[in-house]
Nanobody, 124 residues
Framework: VQLQASGGGLVQPGGSLRLSCAAS????????IGWFRQAPGKEREWVSE????????RYSDSVKGRFTISRDNAKNTVYLQMNSLKPEDTAVYYC??????????????????WGQGTQVTVSS
């Protein structure tokens, strides 16, 4: 039973990456999913969330307009498309499944299953 975050890497400022969060042994269907990140020396912070119905998405102010969260329930996968990347986006990115179906929040304590994290480095 696990979430697997992937798709990270080294990219130049202004570049793009697409992160994937795939589940094995558990379903993501109808559950809220969140993306969080942790930069070196900083606390983990919420980045984005998508509701179980896929009709509601939210973004932190720091990524709004640049990142897009989406899901493909048939593939049991959630994505985070990251465009116009900045050096300050450098962090380990984690996906997590909410405790409840339908709803997602920006609070870590509202998530029970977490992926292992994927490193995103934005540097020239």
């Amino acid at each position: 039973v696990q979430l697997q975050a992937s798709g990270g890497g080294l990219v130049q400022p202004g570049g793009s990456l697409r992160l994937s969060c795939a589940a094995s042994g558990l379903t993501l269907d109808y559950y809220g999913i969140g993306w969080f990140r942790q930069a070196p020396g900083k606390e983990r912070e919420w980045v984005s969330e998508i509701s179980g119905s896929d009709t509601s998405t939210r973004y932190s102010d720091s990524v709004k307009g640049r990142f897009t969260i989406s899901r493909d329930n048939a593939k049991n996968t959630v994505y985070l498309q990251m465009n116009s990347l900045k050096p300050e986006d450098t962090a380990v990115y984690y996906c997590a499944r909410a405790l409840w179906r339908w709803r997602a929040t920006d609070l870590e304590e509202d998530y029970d299953y977490w992926g292992q994290g994927t490193q995103v480095t934005v540097s020239s």
